[in-house]
């Protein structure tokens, strides 16, 4: 490429995000991507009369329509998209307003092949994906800011316009951009990181292979074969791509500021990590949190994960506020091997679970399936089969719910009472380069340890690394690879003060530069673990390890060190039979506990059991595991969100009002199989509405 870039300095974490207030002025969110482009006028008029029938509040509008707004540079049609914004705000209906650029419309393509991305082997992508554009190529942010602009002027007053959505999943097509613009830009990033090449070379070690640096010119993106660049070169990029992507955030977001009252927002992809980018030091840059879920087939536990999910939205936005589901599915997605369709009663359920665990509403891609297009098969709230659906029932039943929880909105979720440290950094430099076991994924240890609590209905806040720990009974740290003096400073401050943590395998092992902290490992913490670990033993494939309760480990083990520590565990053979595998240690008025292998499920919460023994971690209710619950505190009181995601019909201890169904219930409720409960604790039932139900639904509790 040959367009110039210049990345322009960092703003302050969150100096432009405004306070954070509600989506809405009343009620919760619910909606979908909604693409009229795609539709003759007929069928908006259609549109609208089923939105409002299905109970939608708002929808998201003009995702892709830059082509269609802009048919040639310079020569606006705003026709069409002004009688879709009256169509709906006639009919009450809120507009989350995107600005287009997630789409580069053709013409500026052509005009401008040197925008795409280039992938690591310096192959320019071809024009027909999303987002196809260098996120440091100056030339398109001129022409992404001249429509934004276009756009704001037109609509920043507009009555429908509720929500500024900027672009679309930023990175979800253009996360990383190898080309020559790109590595110019990231030189001038490392010279702002790094300061000087002597502190660059120290910081990378690049004195290993030879590969010292004498001039900034002389310094690549880490391209072509990427199994083995320099570690902390790789970990560099990763941070850079990440900011380039957000100052082209801020770029667009400052442009609507200044010509708009609405908040503005961009939709994040959540779920355990690595991301594309990394969205914890993005949330401070929105005005309210805002993510897509998917489930995947091949995972069995998809509503643990869906919780996860909520969990870390919540545990990004600014004081634990309500955040916005931006996009979910009624059914199957598009871009999985075999796309699965949801169970009936499961969108309603996905849904509240989400709105559980903070979310101020539930918005779907889409509103109405396409019929042409790479996602025409994609899922939609009206479906291609129309209106005499199941899907189509449920969405207009998922309205009315949500009608039903209007006094939700704005409330807080109940306090957790523990921490869950997760950072994209270790993800990312945990998965890269030639590391002691190459198989291991982050994301294992963060599920294994969250879904052992979800499974006793203890809500955890799935938290950045560097956030306060106060005011938690437990702090759980998996695989925290990365970290620096001060994260694991605050971890003692946290355990000496009387607090327990839980450490496992593979954390505090590297700086923020990617080099080892030497001294044994984990060589943040060691000097208060109570053990260290001289040598790492990865399993082979089909290697077992026993431990002495009879339990077996795979895959990963270590050759520890007791330093006052007390073995919890410890393997009964192998090359390191006796070692301990599990330890637990008083430091000052706390606890902290090591695990250094990874442990199957069983074990993992034998040991949980110990940990969490005479700490204050009561249940948001009393229920067997596989029952969700999760409350909601509204200024009238609890409102108690009960999911059961088993084929077994489940008892639990609550009693109100379901807002599902209209009854009273309690003080022991049967949860059908599938089913879904929203119970209003505070006595009354001011929410309750005659007929909510039939008497034969069997969604609800009885």
Request: with cysteine; proline share 6%; glycine share 10%.
């Amino acid at each position: 490429m040959t367009a110039s870039s210049h990345a322009a300095p960092a703003a302050p974490a969150g100096a432009h995000a405004r306070p954070v207030r509600p989506v809405l002025s009343a009620g919760l969110a619910f909606g979908g991507d909604y693409n009229p482009e795609q539709w003759t006028p007929d069928v908006w008029r259609e549109d609208v009369r089923l939105m409002q029938e299905a109970g939608v509040t708002i929808v998201t509008v003009g995702v892709f329509s830059w082509g269609l707004l802009e048919p040639r540079e310079g020569e606006y049609d705003w026709d069409w998209l002004d009688e879709v914004l009256g169509l709906l705000h006639d009919a009450g209906i809120a507009v989350d307003l995107a600005t287009p650029t997630a789409a580069p419309p053709s013409w500026l393509l052509r005009r401008h092949p040197e925008l795409l991305p280039v992938d690591a082997h310096l192959v320019p992508l071809h024009p027909g994906g999303r987002l196809g554009w260098c996120p440091s190529n100056r030339v398109f942010r001129e022409y992404a800011l001249r429509m934004t602009t276009a756009l704001a002027d037109r609509y920043g007053s507009h009555p429908a316009v509720r929500l500024w959505h900027v672009s679309n999943e930023l990175g979800g097509g253009n996360a990383r951009c190898w080309c020559d613009v790109s590595a110019a830009a990231f030189r001038r990033w490392l010279r702002q990181r790094h300061g000087s090449l002597d502190a660059l070379n120290a910081a990378w070690g690049t004195a290993f292979w030879g590969h010292r640096f004498g001039d900034w010119e002389e310094i690549e993106p880490p391209r072509g074969q990427r199994d083995v660049p320099n570690p902390g070169l790789f970990l560099d990029y990763e941070r850079f791509s990440s900011d380039e992507l957000l100052d082209h955030y801020r770029a667009e977001a400052a442009v609507l500021r200044e010509r708009s009252e609405a908040p503005v927002t961009t939709n994040f992809m959540v779920g355990v990590g690595p991301h594309v980018v990394d969205y914890a030091a993005w949330a401070r840059e929105v005005d309210v949190v805002a993510t897509d879920h998917y489930t995947l087939v091949a995972d069995p536990r998809r509503a643990q994960d869906l919780a996860f999910a909520g969990d870390r939205v919540r545990g990004m936005s600014r004081d634990r506020a309500p955040w916005l589901l931006m996009e979910h599915s009624t059914g199957a997605p598009s871009w999985q091997e075999r796309n699965r369709a949801k169970a009936p009663g499961e969108i309603l359920r996905n849904a509240l679970a989400h709105v559980a665990r903070g979310s101020d509403g539930a918005l779907f891609f889409q509103w109405r399936a396409s019929t042409a297009g790479t996602e025409q098969f994609h899922s939609a709230m009206l479906p291609h089969a129309g209106t005499g659906t199941r899907v189509w029932r449920e969405v207009v039943e998922l309205g009315q719910v949500l009608r039903r929880l209007a006094h939700v909105a704005g409330s807080p979720v109940e306090p957790a009472r523990v921490a869950l440290l997760v950072d994209d950094e270790s993800g990312w430099a945990l998965q890269q380069g030639l590391k002691p076991h190459r198989a291991l994924r982050y994301s294992r240890e963060p599920r294994l340890w969250h879904g052992l609590l979800w499974d006793r209905q203890v809500l955890v806040d799935v938290l950045p690394a560097d956030a306060e720990l106060d005011g938690y009974e437990l702090v759980l740290v998996p695989n925290l690879f990365v970290t620096d003096a001060e994260r694991a400073a605050r971890l003692e401050r946290y355990v000496a003060d009387g607090g327990t943590a839980l450490i496992t395998y593979l954390s505090g092992i590297v700086d923020r530069d990617s080099r080892v902290i030497p001294g044994g490992y984990p060589g943040a913490y060691r000097d208060w673990l109570g053990v260290w670990t001289e040598e790492f033993r990865p399993l082979q494939r089909d290697e077992v390890v026993h431990l002495d309760d009879g339990s077996t480990v795979h895959e990963w083990t270590e050759d520890t060190v007791l330093a006052g520590a007390e073995p919890v565990l410890r393997y009964a053979d192998g090359d390191g039979a006796g070692r301990a595998a599990v330890t637990r240690h008083r430091h000052g008025a706390g606890t902290v506990w090591y695990v250094g292998a990874r442990l199957g499920e069983a074990t993992a919460a034998a040991v949980l059991d110990q940990v969490v023994a005479g700490l204050d971690l009561r249940p948001a209710a009393e229920a067997p595991p596989g029952v969700e619950a999760v409350r909601r505190l509204t200024p009238g009181g609890g409102v108690l969100f009960l999911l059961n995601h088993t084929d077994a019909d489940a008892e639990v201890v609550a009693a109100g009002t379901d807002l599902v169904t209209g009854r009273a219930v309690g003080p022991v409720l049967t949860l059908p199989a599938g089913g879904c409960a929203v119970v209003d604790e505070s006595g009354a039932a001011p929410h309750a509405t005659a007929g909510a139900a039939a008497d034969d639904d069997t969604r609800g509790a009885r």
